[in-house]
């Protein structure tokens, strides 16, 4: 006999499951919802766990620096970090938290210091306090004299030999203590981590690499330059194997707060409006520290000719520029995308692939690419059309070949964004403009153009903006040369972002106030042009809505 069917009232189930129905619905979601909850549980747990890890890490070199003001805001965010993402209300500060957070770190925070740094003298020479100073004079004229102690010395590092903090291991001659000295001071180390050579010289340190002859040698202006203060004076090395404690010839004396030569009786008085010891012929220590100057840095950029005359030229250039790099590629890319809009031409899709290939180039790549494309002797460009010129030993063929190399990297964006925009316009409008007896030309004057610059406008106030400050453009390519007799700090063809780069990290010696200065000029000339640009579209927006 066959069994009943279960029908939909049927109480047949399979054994060990529970009925459709039998739980109530809140049990039934808590109990699928279980796995996410956990997830999510476990989630946070970690985070917060890598929070209390960073802010821990962070804390001690603000105790150590007694940096109390920011150890209070460290725990602070921490505390609030916590009390956030551990109590089950304010569900919208979640999200908005982090992303603010990242925007205070790696936007706000740098813009800030780049403004305060404006007003400082901050820069080689300047880096550090008033004692700091005292002690770089008082270290940089040691000199041996009868009488100075002289060391055994083994040179090492902590770390790799090439790359690894210098340090000096001297044996006293009359005691055999071994101690390890760097720019912080000498400090005594255990007989039982060091093993010394008859004659004093430390073979191996625990903690340490002891460099042989030849790796000491690549090193050896490092090994010159380092002084290892001492309460007599200082340790300076002669050689690579002895050292000598010498005295120094200059010392501050608090009294006048001026700093005093021993052997020639000149002194040094401080300048604490420069941050600096000044003689009284004008004659400064390179020593100094750093003191807020005013407006100092933005009226040197404006008056000294040594800086203005530089950044005025460079400014033009730096216009012309931008505006040639946006517009060429602009006109360029518009044009072709115009071209292949037509539905008269066939393949536009191979055509389309084979455009945009310089820009799924990398562009660090493809610049140096060109750089060497553009060589006067073996590069393509002469050899292709049988030329011999100077591209990058003149000023005009050197912006020139600049503008060349930007219009070849950016019209096929410029293309990209043309025939998304074109696909956006009705066709019914051009058509409208033919049936009224208008040109090709007219209908793309008065409709086409018009209705393009509406949609584009903003990408191109943005690639303005970029290219105003596209330091690879040129740092890979000519490095802001050709560069005048008179002056190797600003070439021909350098941006204001590349004077200012090497104002900043030059070989003639870094001036960060400076370069923080003109930073501050850069973000206002662009912001000021963006700005007016942005106005002027949202009028044309409103003619054409």
């Given at each position: 006999m066959n069994a009943p069917l279960s029908?939909?009232?049927?109480?047949?189930?399979?054994?060990?499951?529970?009925?459709?129905?039998?739980?109530?619905?809140?049990?039934?979601?808590?109990?699928?919802?279980?796995?996410?909850?956990?997830?999510?549980?476990?989630?946070?747990?970690?985070?917060?766990?890598?929070?209390?890890?960073?802010?821990?890490?962070?804390?001690?070199?603000?105790?150590?620096?007694?940096?109390?003001?920011?150890?209070?805001?460290?725990?602070?965010?921490?505390?609030?970090?916590?009390?956030?993402?551990?109590?089950?209300?304010?569900?919208?500060?979640?999200?908005?938290?982090?992303?603010?957070?990242?925007?205070?770190?790696?936007?706000?925070?740098?813009?800030?210091?780049?403004?305060?740094?404006?007003?400082?003298?901050?820069?080689?020479?300047?880096?550090?306090?008033?004692?700091?100073?005292?002690v770089a004079i008082q270290t940089a004229?040691?000199?041996?004299?009868?009488?100075?102690?002289?060391?055994?010395?083994?040179?090492?590092?902590?770390?790799?030999?090439?790359?690894?903090?210098?340090?000096?291991?001297?044996?006293?001659?009359?005691?055999?203590?071994?101690?390890?000295?760097?720019?912080?001071?000498?400090?005594?180390?255990?007989?039982?981590?060091?093993?010394?050579?008859?004659?004093?010289?430390?073979?191996?340190?625990?903690?340490?690499?002891?460099?042989?002859?030849?790796?000491?040698?690549?090193?050896?202006?490092?090994?010159?330059?380092?002084?290892?203060?001492?309460?007599?004076?200082?340790?300076?090395?002669?050689?690579?194997?002895r050292a000598y404690e010498g005295k120094?010839?200059?010392?501050?004396?608090?009294?006048?707060?001026?700093?005093?030569?021993?052997?020639?009786?000149?002194?040094?008085?401080?300048?604490?409006?420069?941050?600096?010891?000044?003689?009284?012929?004008?004659?400064?220590?390179?020593?100094?520290?750093?003191?807020?100057?005013?407006?100092?840095?933005?009226?040197?950029?404006?008056?000294?000719?040594?800086?203005?005359?530089?950044?005025?030229?460079?400014?033009?250039?730096?216009?012309?520029?931008?505006?040639?790099?946006?517009?060429?590629?602009?006109?360029?890319?518009?044009?072709?995308?115009?071209?292949?809009?037509?539905?008269?031409?066939?393949?536009?899709?191979?055509?389309?692939?084979?455009?945009?290939?310089?820009?799924?180039?990398?562009?660090?790549?493809?610049?140096?690419?060109?750089?060497?494309?553009?060589?006067?002797?073996?590069?393509?460009?002469?050899?292709?059309?049988?030329?011999?010129?100077?591209?990058?030993?003149?000023?005009?063929?050197?912006?020139?070949?600049?503008?060349?190399?930007?219009?070849?990297?950016?019209?096929?964006?410029?293309?990209?964004?043309?025939?998304?925009?074109?696909?956006?316009?009705?066709?019914?409008?051009?058509?409208?403009?033919?049936?009224?007896?208008?040109?090709?030309?007219?209908?793309?004057?008065?409709?086409?153009?018009?209705?393009?610059?509406?949609?584009?406008?903003?990408?191109?106030?943005?690639?303005?903006?970029?290219?105003?400050?596209?330091?690879?453009?040129?740092?890979?390519?000519?490095?802001?040369?050709?560069?005048?007799?008179?002056?190797?700090?600003?070439?021909?063809?350098?941006?204001?972002?590349?004077?200012?780069?090497?104002?900043?990290?030059?070989?003639?010696?870094?001036?960060?106030?400076?370069?923080?200065?003109?930073?501050?000029?850069?973000?206002?000339?662009?912001?000021?042009?963006?700005?007016?640009?942005?106005?002027?579209?949202?009028?044309?927006?409103?003619?054409?809505?």
């Open positions: 029908g939909p009232g049927s109480a047949q189930q399979a054994p060990g499951r529970e009925p459709v129905g039998s739980r109530p619905p809140g049990q039934r979601a808590a109990r699928d919802h279980a796995p996410t909850t956990l997830t999510g549980l476990a989630v946070k747990v970690v985070l917060l766990g890598l929070t209390a890890g960073i802010a821990t890490w962070a804390a001690f070199p603000l105790v150590e620096a007694e940096k109390w003001v920011g150890l209070a805001l460290l725990a602070a965010t921490t505390a609030g970090l916590f009390y956030l993402y551990l109590t089950p209300r304010h569900i919208p500060a979640k999200y908005l938290v982090p992303g603010t957070l990242f925007l205070i770190a790696f936007q706000v925070f740098p813009v800030l210091y780049t403004a305060s740094t404006a007003f400082t003298n901050f820069g080689d020479g300047h880096r550090g306090t008033k004692d700091d100073a005292v004229s040691v000199k041996q004299v009868p009488g100075s102690v002289e060391y055994a010395l083994s040179i090492a590092t902590k770390g790799a030999p090439t790359a690894g903090p210098l340090v000096f291991l001297v044996t006293d001659p009359s005691t055999g203590i071994v101690s390890v000295g760097d720019a912080e001071g000498l400090r005594q180390l255990d007989p039982a981590d060091v093993t010394v050579a008859p004659g004093g010289k430390v073979t191996a340190a625990d903690g340490y690499t002891v460099l042989n002859f030849g790796q000491a040698g690549a090193r050896g202006q490092e090994i010159t330059d380092l002084v290892v203060p001492t309460a007599g004076g200082a340790i300076r090395s002669t050689g690579l194997t120094a010839v200059r010392a501050y004396d608090a009294g006048c707060d001026c700093v005093r030569d021993s052997e020639t009786g000149k002194s040094w008085s401080a300048d604490e409006e420069t941050g600096s010891f000044v003689a009284a012929d004008g004659e400064r220590l390179a020593q100094g520290w750093k003191v807020n100057v005013g407006l100092s840095n933005f009226s040197r950029v404006l008056t000294d000719p040594n800086i203005s005359g530089p950044f005025f030229g460079t400014l033009i250039w730096n216009f012309g520029f931008a505006i040639g790099s946006t517009g060429l590629t602009f006109l360029l890319g518009m044009a072709i995308a115009l071209a292949l809009h037509s539905p008269r031409v066939r393949g536009t899709n191979l055509y389309r692939v084979l455009l945009i290939l310089p820009y799924a180039m990398p562009s660090f790549a493809m610049l140096l690419i060109w750089r060497d494309m553009f060589n006067t002797d073996f590069g393509l460009v002469n050899n292709l059309f049988g030329l011999g010129v100077d591209w990058f030993g003149q000023d005009w063929s050197a912006r020139a070949a600049v503008l060349l190399v930007q219009l070849w990297l950016g019209y096929p964006y410029m293309f990209l964004v043309a025939t998304g925009a074109l696909q956006a316009i009705p066709a019914e409008l051009t058509e409208a403009t033919s049936v009224d007896g208008a040109s090709p030309w007219q209908s793309f004057r008065a409709v086409t153009l018009p209705l393009l610059l509406v949609a584009l406008s903003p990408l191109l106030i943005a690639s303005f903006a970029y290219n105003f400050n596209n330091i690879n453009a040129i740092w890979l390519t000519t490095e802001g040369g050709p560069f005048p007799a008179d002056n190797p700090r600003n070439g021909a063809t350098d941006l204001l972002i590349t004077y200012t780069y090497r104002l900043a990290f030059g070989a003639q010696g870094a001036e960060y106030g400076t370069a923080a200065a003109v930073s501050i000029f850069i973000f206002a000339i662009v912001a000021t042009v963006s700005a007016i640009s942005f106005r002027r579209t949202r009028k044309q927006e409103e003619v054409y809505a």
